[in-house]
C-alpha cells in the first residue's frame, strides 16, 4: 500500500469554493468533436495531502503550503450518440436540476509542475482509458427551462435567456423567486456548503 507524497490545488479561496480554477477563454480550443484546454504557470500549492490532518490548535492550520507552479495540456474528445438529460428535480439546489445533451468522451494529456523555489518537480501524461467521462452542452439554474432548449453548439442565445445583471426579466425573476421561498426577486441567497449571493 503507498502513501500520498503531494497534494497540489489552488486551494481555498475567500468564498470557500476548492479545487477550483479560472479557466480564460483563450486556454479553450473547441474544433468538431475535440476540445483543448491548455493552462501556463497555474498558481497552486501543494498541501502534501488531503483531507489536513486534524487540528492540533483549533483555528490554527497545521499545514504548510508550498507554493508552486502548474502547466498542462488535456484534450477531450467525443463520440459515440447523443444523449438527452431531463431535470429530474425543480429544487434549486439539486444536483438532478439540469438538463443537456451529452456524448461519451474520453482525454488524454500531458502536465508538469515545480515548487517555485524550484525544489520539487515533475511532469508526466495521462488517459481516461477505463475511466467514464462525457462531454456536452448543459443548462442549469434560471437558465434551465421547462421547455426543451438547444443545447447544441449551434445555439443562438435569445436576449431573454441571458439577462443583464443589474436589468431582471420578469420570467426569470419570477422562477427564482418562486423556487427559492422568502427571499427577494432582485437577490437570492443560496445556502449550501459556500453561500452564494445572486444579484439580477
Do not use: C
Amino acid at each position: 500500500m503507498s502513501s500520498q507524497l503531494h497534494d497540489f490545488s489552488p486551494w481555498t479561496l475567500p468564498n470557500g469554493l476548492f479545487w477550483i480554477v479560472k479557466v480564460p477563454d483563450s486556454a479553450v480550443q473547441m474544433s468538431g468533436d475535440t476540445l483543448t484546454v491548455d493552462l501556463v504557470d497555474v498558481p497552486v500549492v501543494d498541501a502534501l495531502s488531503f483531507p489536513p490532518p486534524a487540528q492540533a490548535v483549533p483555528g490554527i492550520s497545521p499545514i504548510q503550503l508550498t507554493p508552486a507552479k502548474l502547466s498542462f495540456h488535456v484534450i477531450y474528445t467525443k463520440g459515440g450518440n447523443m444523449r438527452t438529460v431531463e431535470p429530474t428535480s425543480h429544487d434549486p439546489l439539486s444536483p438532478f436540476n439540469w438538463g443537456g445533451k451529452m456524448w461519451d468522451s474520453s482525454n488524454s494529456g500531458t502536465f508538469s509542475l515545480s515548487y517555485d523555489d524550484g525544489s520539487f518537480s515533475a511532469s508526466g501524461s495521462f488517459d481516461s482509458t477505463g475511466n467514464f467521462g462525457e462531454m456536452g452542452f448543459e443548462r442549469n439554474g434560471v437558465f434551465l427551462r421547462d421547455d426543451e432548449g438547444d443545447d447544441s453548439e449551434n445555439a443562438v442565445a435569445q436576449p431573454e435567456s441571458l439577462p443583464h445583471a443589474n436589468a431582471p426579466t420578469r420570467e426569470i425573476t419570477a422562477k427564482v423567486a418562486g423556487s427559492i421561498p422568502d427571499q427577494t426577486a432582485r437577490t437570492v441567497l443560496l445556502k449550501g456548503r459556500a453561500p452564494v449571493k445572486v444579484n439580477f
